[in-house]
């Protein structure tokens, strides 16, 4: 909305810094200053709000250390995250843009699909909240619906052999090559470091590739089930959840700089993917709106993000790395989401595997997810959620050094 009034003022009265790349920063900025005012000043208000409404969490005895303690902490927090990145992105984004509107339908579905399982288990005092099976329908259709848009629509391309001409003073003289569509990937650690996914059925025939959504559909939906429920069993102790997910959203605001910027993917040698620059508002949004929950979420946690937060950061975080063509970099990106899924992928198919052999189930882990088990061991869960903050810190750098290591 502001968006438009900065560009009508720049052209009316020739303001200066009118050039797109320094007007996106500005706005990006703007973005992030407003998403941790809102967070943080109006955070308090409605964590009242939660109180007075008493949605308290209900905790089920584990037999954590300081778990009984956190009975009755608001939950439903994920509202604040939602509400402190939506503002922002539709005061400064450019609403029209494909990718701006891809991500605010993610951050709605996401945020409804929670929500409800929240309620179900606040206000209806059912522990088990919304049935497994419509959390995964709720996920698939969004990756059905994410994976249509980004093969189908028109916008949604990627710059052709990009050799662009650029002075010394770093300055765009020329752009070669045709904006075309693509199921191109970025594969991390390779030489030729870009895989389509139109080669599953390429061998079929020159006409099978016409028919690559066939495959690309499929692995979206995957990645948006996969990452979504990796964020909601990372939210288990206070600022994991949060903190971690900053981190991974902050490096794709890298990617989504260097890749929407023809002179740094020129310089980078990476594909370039026109528009997609304007994701960088949403994503310091994000950023900021995450931060300024992590006010009230660090240790003693003042409120939980709930499903509602969970749930809509793991479905954000994978349209983003899809947009930007990372997600074959969520493995290492997302280590933290992975090895909480990984855990308890393993504990349970390890405990049914025992129980059917020797008469009894046995565990790998002395809780699962991972942090639980940490927990057990008698680790404070502050020094937990710092190093696996550290953890994530450093799979951020080891993904943004697969720019250039190959």
């Given at each position: 909305m502001l968006t438009y009034l900065f560009e009508y003022l720049e052209k009316q009265y020739q303001l200066p810094g009118a050039s797109l790349f320094q007007f996106s920063t500005f706005r990006a900025g703007m973005a992030i200053l407003f998403s941790l005012i809102i967070a943080t000043a109006?955070?308090?208000?409605?964590?009242?709000?939660?109180?007075?409404q008493q949605v308290g969490e209900t905790i089920r005895d584990l037999?954590?250390?300081?778990?009984?303690?956190?009975?009755?902490?608001?939950?439903?927090?994920?509202?604040?995250?939602?509400?402190?990145t939506l503002i922002p992105v539709l005061l400064f984004a450019r609403l029209e843009n494909i990718y701006i509107i891809?991500?605010?339908?993610?951050?709605?579905?996401?945020?409804?699909?929670?929500?409800?399982?929240?309620?179900?288990?606040?206000?209806?005092?059912n522990k088990e909240g919304l049935k497994g099976r419509f959390k995964v329908m709720g996920q698939v259709v969004l990756g059905l619906i994410v994976g249509a848009v980004l093969y189908f629509h028109p916008e949604v391309t990627m710059r052709d052999h990009n050799k662009t001409i650029i002075t010394e003073q770093f300055t765009v003289e020329?752009?070669?090559?045709?904006?075309?569509?693509?199921?191109?990937?970025?594969?991390?650690?390779?030489?030729?470091?870009?895989?389509?996914?139109?080669?599953?059925?390429?061998?079929?025939g020159e006409g099978a590739k016409e028919y690559a959504w066939l495959i690309f559909i499929p692995?979206?939906?995957?990645?948006?089930?996969?990452?979504?429920?990796?964020?909601?069993?990372?939210?288990?102790?206070?600022?994991?959840?949060?903190?971690?997910?900053?981190?991974?959203?902050?490096?794709?605001?890298?990617?989504a700089l260097v890749s929407g910027n023809i002179i740094f993917s020129e310089y980078l040698d990476i594909m370039y993917i026109p528009r997609v620059g304007e994701l960088l508002i949403f994503i310091t949004a994000f950023v900021g709106a995450l931060v300024g929950f992590l006010w009230y979420n660090t240790y003693p946690a003042?409120?939980?993000?709930?499903?509602?937060?969970?749930l809509t950061i793991?479905?954000?975080?994978?349209?983003?790395?899809?947009i930007v063509r990372k997600e074959l970099l969520i493995p290492v990106l997302c280590g933290i989401f992975f090895a909480e899924s990984l855990s308890v992928m393993t504990q349970v198919a390890y405990f049914k595997y025992t129980k059917k052999k020797f008469g009894e189930?046995?565990?790998?882990?002395?809780?699962?997810?991972?942090?639980?088990?940490?927990?057990?061991?008698?680790?404070?869960?502050?020094?937990?959620?710092?190093?696996?903050?550290?953890?994530?810190i450093m799979l951020a750098v080891a993904t943004i050094v697969t720019l250039k290591i190959r």
């Open positions: 109006y955070g308090k208000k409605i964590i009242l709000f939660l109180q007075k037999g954590l250390e300081g778990q009984k303690q956190k009975a009755g902490t608001p939950t439903m927090g994920g509202i604040i995250i939602i509400m402190a891809l991500l605010i339908f993610t951050t709605v579905w996401m945020g409804v699909i929670g929500f409800i399982d929240d309620y179900i288990k606040v206000f209806k005092k020329e752009v070669r090559g045709e904006e075309i569509k693509s199921t191109m990937t970025t594969v991390p650690f390779f030489k030729n470091n870009e895989f389509d996914y139109g080669s599953f059925i390429g061998w079929m692995i979206i939906i995957l990645i948006v089930t996969a990452v979504s429920n990796g964020a909601n069993l990372t939210d288990g102790i206070d600022g994991l959840a949060a903190g971690t997910s900053a981190i991974i959203v902050f490096t794709l605001g890298v990617f003042q409120v939980f993000m709930g499903d509602t937060g969970s793991g479905g954000v975080i994978a349209v983003i790395a899809i189930g046995r565990r790998i882990f002395l809780m699962s997810p991972l942090h639980h088990h940490y927990q057990k061991k008698g680790y404070h869960e502050s020094k937990i959620v710092t190093r696996f903050w550290i953890v994530g």
